[in-house]
Nanobody
């Protein structure tokens, strides 16, 4: 079992920046392929950005060039630096695991866990 906790959300004005963090619990897995998703009121949850532990990052077109994802597997941390924020970025942001590598035998497992979310509000 993996628990994810996001923090760092808040309220900012358009053009501002926020840095979201997500911490994973547990000692079974040592490397993580993970993603950030967001969900605005009345809308479907949407993909924002994903990162693979062995390399490779994919951004949604709507955030490419403004958001930057990074991770520190040793600390079990995932980050999302959000710059040039727009009102349309307002949403609950969630981190999600896509694939996890066992610390014991190095095998990868396609397991999905979600955090509880952190709210980002951007005012115009």
């Amino acid at each position: 079992q993996v628990q994810l906790v996001e923090f760092g959300g808040g309220s900012v004005q358009a053009g501002g920046s926020l840095r979201l963090s997500c911490v994973a619990s547990g000692t079974t897995y040592c490397k993580y392929d993970m993603s950030w998703y967001r969900q605005a009121p009345g809308k479907q949850r949407e993909f924002v950005v994903g990162i693979k532990s062995v390399g490779g990052i994919t951004y949604a077109d709507s955030v490419n060039g403004r958001f930057t994802i990074s991770q520190d597997n040793a600390k079990k941390m995932l980050y999302l630096q959000m710059n040039s924020l727009k009102p349309e970025d307002t949403a609950m942001y969630f981190c999600k695991t896509d694939r996890l590598q066992s610390c014991f035998d190095g095998k990868w497992f396609p397991l999905t866990y979600w955090g509880q979310g952190t709210q980002v509000t951007v005012s115009s």
